[in-house]
Structure formats: structure tokens, C-alpha cells
């Protein structure tokens, strides 16, 4: 019973290069959530998506970020012309469709951008 | 002032020892309280949730106070395993999203 997984563990770009990151929910998850931890940082909630629904996008960055849960397939979060400052770690978390908000997150091992 | 906050530490405490931290939060209408442990380089692993009545899960012990909105971990008996960042955790306004404090970093000693 695989958790969620995500990939690739370790990206690099260069500056003005574009990210994928992709996250496969839990099996009978349909609710991902996208946080990101900068160095020295606490996470930071990013996005919540359902499958073909943005809920809430609102601790995404307003320009260059999107995010996108198809009905088929994983969830990605898509960086445009990244920065230096984007470096950081990518984590998705899933729940089911009562989302599991009490009782925490199950993360997967993200994706460590690094931009050069 | 920030959602939530934990001293950074870093702990500093030899086997066998017991160690408490603190984590306060800024909004009182939160109900859903967390501690992750974070290894270096690693994900998130939630670690225990926190109840109000306080909660107990070998040796470590959560307690919620909700007048001063604190929540607390305490680790009896120390590890060297037990070497790691522990995050705090409190549900958002939006109720689905946590807010995590930036971590307090315990090194356990020989």
C-alpha cells in the first residue's frame, strides 16, 4: 500500500528553466495539498486541489506557479522561469474525500529543487 | 505575530534525559494540533496528535493549553534516535491547512 509519492526527489534547473513536480496521491486519496519549506523556513501551505478542482490556491505565488490535479494521472505543480529563490523542498500530502484535516498529514519525501 | 512559534533551539541533552518544548499559536479558534518530527533531508512524519485532555504515546507526552495557546511535547527517557527537528502543527482558518512552526532542533548525546 504505497503512500504518496512524489518525483523526481532532487530536480535542477537552470534560471529561467521550468519545474515539474509531481505528487501521486495515496490509493482512494483524491485530495493533494502542496506545501513548500525554504531553507531555514517552516513549511508553508502553497495549494489544495481535488481531482480537476482548485480549492484554494491561495499561499501559491501570483506569478510563474500553477498547479493542476487531472482526473487521470498526478497532481503537478508546475514552476515558470525559476529564480534562485525558488530553491527549496516540495511536499504533497494526500487525504481521502473527507479530507483527514484532523487527524494530520501523511507527506511524501518530495522533491528538492535546486536552481543554479 | 506569527501563526505559530517554537525557540529553535538547538536542544542540547545527553541520554536518558527528559526534554520539553513549547509551541505557541496566534489564533484561538484553532482546533486541530500536531507535532512532526523532520530528519535532516527528509519529510515530515507526523508524530503525534495533540488532544485536549493531553495525550500519551510511549514516551512522549503532548499536552494542549488552550488559555495560553500553547501546546507542548515532552520526550522522557532520550534516544540518540530521537536526534531531529520537531515541527508543531495547527489547522489554519481554512480548517485543511496546518501552519508549522520553523521547528525546534534536539541533539541527544552519549
Known amino acids: 500500500n504505497a503512500g504518496v509519492m512524489q518525483n523526481p526527489r532532487h530536480l535542477v534547473r537552470r534560471r529561467g528553466q521550468e519545474a515539474r513536480l509531481r505528487c501521486s496521491p495515496m490509493?482512494?486519496?483524491?485530495?493533494v495539498y502542496w506545501y513548500r519549506q525554504l531553507p531555514e523556513e517552516g513549511l508553508k501551505f502553497m495549494v489544495y486541489l481535488q481531482k480537476e478542482n482548485i480549492i484554494d490556491e491561495s499561499g501559491m505565488p501570483k506569478e510563474r506557479f500553477s498547479a493542476e490535479f487531472p482526473k487521470e494521472g498526478p497532481s503537478i505543480l508546475r514552476i515558470q522561469q525559476v529564480v534562485r529563490g525558488d530553491s527549496a523542498a516540495y511536499f504533497c500530502?494526500?487525504?481521502?474525500?473527507?479530507?483527514?484535516?484532523?487527524?494530520?498529514?501523511?507527506f511524501g519525501s518530495g522533491t528538492r529543487l535546486t536552481v543554479v | 505575530r506569527k501563526e505559530v512559534e517554537q525557540d529553535p533551539g538547538p536542544f542540547n541533552v545527553p541520554e536518558g534525559a527528559t526534554v520539553a518544548f513549547n509551541c505557541t499559536y496566534s489564533?484561538?479558534?484553532?482546533?486541530?494540533f500536531f507535532w512532526y518530527r523532520q530528519d535532516c533531508r527528509k519529510e515530515p512524519k507526523l508524530l503525534m496528535s495533540?488532544?485536549?485532555s493531553g495525550n500519551e504515546d510511549g514516551r512522549f507526552t503532548a499536552q494542549l493549553n488552550r488559555a495560553s495557546q500553547y501546546i507542548s511535547l515532552l520526550i522522557r527517557d532520550s534516544k540518540l534516535s530521537d536526534s531531529a527537528t520537531y515541527l508543531c502543527a495547527v489547522n489554519s482558518n481554512s480548517g485543511y491547512a496546518l501552519n508549522f512552526g520553523k521547528g525546534t532542533s534536539l541533539l541527544v548525546t552519549p
Open positions: 490509493k482512494g486519496h483524491s485530495h
Open positions: 500530502a494526500s487525504s481521502p474525500p473527507e479530507p483527514g484535516i484532523h487527524y494530520g498529514y501523511t
Open positions: 489564533n484561538s479558534a484553532s482546533q486541530s
Open positions: 495533540v488532544y485536549s
